[in-house]
């Protein structure tokens, strides 16, 4: 059940972009995107909820697609401060055990 | 508002031992979930409290337990220790509506020797 992204680590230089993609094999409710830097806690990001809703920084972009149970996060003009681990987190639908998945990371590296 | 607090924030025991890890949420928010993170293993969900009740588990064994209390504060209890245990312990709150952010405290490090 845990969510599956790719690519596992992306090295990026300063204004470069990437896309990092978060897969479910179960359907979903919401999918929710976390960064969190070495030695420090998981941030939030971004909420996509299923319908369409989202809820997050303004700097940062992400798709869900509800049909294929997959979401993916778009980071643009990148700067050094987007270097951590990015996870995506996923919710299942209500009355279907609604347990809280995080997928297996993303290591971003952005270099000057 | 004040964020998301763990305590205590580093912890050693020893195999066989048991400890109580505490975290008190943010003001106003009504759940707690508890996530245990090893490099090998990721983020794992443990369990969520809302209200005081338990609403979700993780696959984890009983040895794992945890509460919360009227003013929302989670205590989370692991018996009979064993090495594997050994791993970051983070708390997230959130108003838990569906869909709702969670936010998370710096977590309790606990190491089993």
């Known amino acids: 059940q845990q969510p599956v992204q790719s690519p596992q680590a992306v090295i990026l230089r300063e204004g470069e972009d990437a896309v990092i993609n978060c897969s479910s094999s179960k359907a979903l409710y919401s999918v929710h995107w976390y960064r969190q830097k070495h030695g420090e806690a998981p941030v939030f990001l971004m909420i996509l909820l299923k319908g369409g809703e989202q809820k997050g920084h303004e700097k940062i972009s992400a798709s869900f697609n509800e049909k294929k149970q997959q979401s993916s996060l778009y980071l643009t003009a990148s700067q050094l401060s987007y270097s951590g681990t990015y996870f995506c987190g996923t919710e299942s639908p209500p009355n279907t055990g609604n347990q809280f998945y995080f997928g297996t990371g993303t290591s971003l590296t952005v270099i000057p | 508002k004040a964020g998301v607090t763990q305590t205590p924030r580093y912890l050693i025991k020893t195999r066989g031992q048991q400890v109580t890890l505490s975290c008190s949420p943010i003001?106003?928010?009504?759940?707690v979930s508890w996530y245990q993170q090893t490099p090998g293993q990721g983020l794992q969900f443990l369990f969520e409290?809302?209200?005081?009740?338990?609403?979700n588990k993780g696959n984890f064994p009983g040895r794992f337990s945890g509460r919360q209390f009227s003013n929302s504060r989670s205590e989370m209890n692991v018996s009979t220790l064993e090495l594997g245990d050994s791993a970051l312990y983070l708390c997230a709150s959130s108003s838990r509506d569906r869909g709702s952010e969670q936010y998370f405290g710096p977590g309790t490090r606990l190491t089993v020797t």
């Open positions: 409290y809302f209200s005081e009740t338990q609403r």
């Open positions: 003001s106003g928010h009504r759940s």
